[in-house]
């Protein structure tokens, strides 16, 4: 089992910033994809952006330049610049782990405030 570790969430001026990382705890191997999703209340998960293996990378439409995702071996980052109130949302990591399948994290709390 692989146990996902966020940190870096919390509350945030409009303008202001984070970063996120996000760690496996007990996995050493390869990652195919690590991918950061958000969740706002009463809302569907939306992809946020998704870094490969071979360090392809994509973004929601959402993002709109603000946002920067990037990986240091089995650890991810999303950079979240500019922030506004409707990227308030709880954000979630995922890893693709070829043979072994998705794993998520467990939620960062992410409240931008006007």
């Known amino acids: 089992q692989v146990q996902l570790v966020e940190s870096g969430g919390g509350l945030v001026q409009t303008g202001g910033s984070l970063r996120l990382s996000c760690a496996p705890s007990t996995y050493g191997g390869s990652v195919d994809a690590m991918s950061w999703y958000r969740q706002a209340p009463d809302s569907g998960r939306d992809l946020v952006a998704t870094?490969?293996?071979?360090?392809y990378i994509t973004y929601g439409e959402f993002v709109e330049g603000r946002f920067t995702i990037s990986r240091l071996k089995n650890t991810v980052y999303l950079q979240m610049n500019n922030l506004k109130p409707e990227d308030t949302a709880v954000y979630y990591c995922k890893f693709h782990l070829r043979y072994y399948g998705d794993y998520w994290g467990q939620g960062t709390q992410v409240t931008v405030s006007s």
């Open positions: 870094i490969t293996d071979s360090g």
